[in-house]
């Protein structure tokens, strides 16, 4: 058995369900001396879009399923390519399949930063954020949310409110992108293990 592809999977199949790019909102208003300030934030799963404290009549608009059809399956296929690899008693097999699922689940963290980039780029997240509360007049406002990128950070105002926005590629993705290294290092076992013995001699 490899142990060390073992590790590979066991940390693709933890960032599978972890998020992949989270984006946090902070939105505050000073009126008569009182500073409300209010948070929300969007996750994004390969399966799903979670997001906190955003009430209605807010509309995430990231697509996931361009994550289920292309970049899920790739990860699905790496795991099972990966676990095969991990166990089959073959030294060429073992090789091709291991880099096989690295490379297989190098592509997919490519894939899900191409077309998540494309997604914010044709519009952000949510097309705004609703701020409301009781002693504001009026007692609600629609802050737009700017468009935002990958990785981007920024503070923006609207009608007196300002919102503080940080996005990035979340644990989920870093997850995969450490399994998609320890396969290939994986694959490159026993050629490690014979020169540490020839070199111990």
Do not use: H
Not at 31 to 52: D, E, H, M, R
């Amino acid at each position: 058995m490899n142990k060390i592809g073992i590790v590979g999977v066991i940390l693709a199949l933890i960032g599978l369900l972890l998020p992949w790019w989270e984006i946090g909102l902070s939105v505050w208003e000073t009126t008569n001396g009182k500073t409300v300030t209010i948070s929300a934030s969007i996750s994004v799963f390969l399966y799903q879009i979670s997001s906190k404290n955003f009430n209605p009549p807010q509309t995430i608009t990231i697509d996931v399923i361009p994550f289920i059809l292309f970049v899920l399956p790739l990860i699905f296929i790496s795991i099972g390519l990966g676990l095969k690899g991990c166990l089959v008693d073959d030294e060429k097999k073992e090789k091709v399949l291991l880099i096989s699922a690295g490379s297989l689940m190098m592509l997919s963290t490519v894939i899900f930063a191409f077309t998540l980039q494309v997604e914010l780029l044709a519009s952000p997240p949510a097309p705004y954020f609703f701020f409301n509360y009781p002693g504001r007049e009026p007692p609600y406002c629609l802050v737009p949310i700017p468009k935002v990128g990958i990785f981007s950070n920024g503070t923006s105002t609207f009608e007196g409110v300002s919102m503080n926005y940080l996005s990035y590629l979340s644990i989920g993705f870093w997850f995969t992108i450490s399994a998609a290294i320890v396969l290939l290092i994986a694959s490159q076992r026993l050629s490690i293990y014979r020169a540490l013995y020839k070199s111990s001699f």
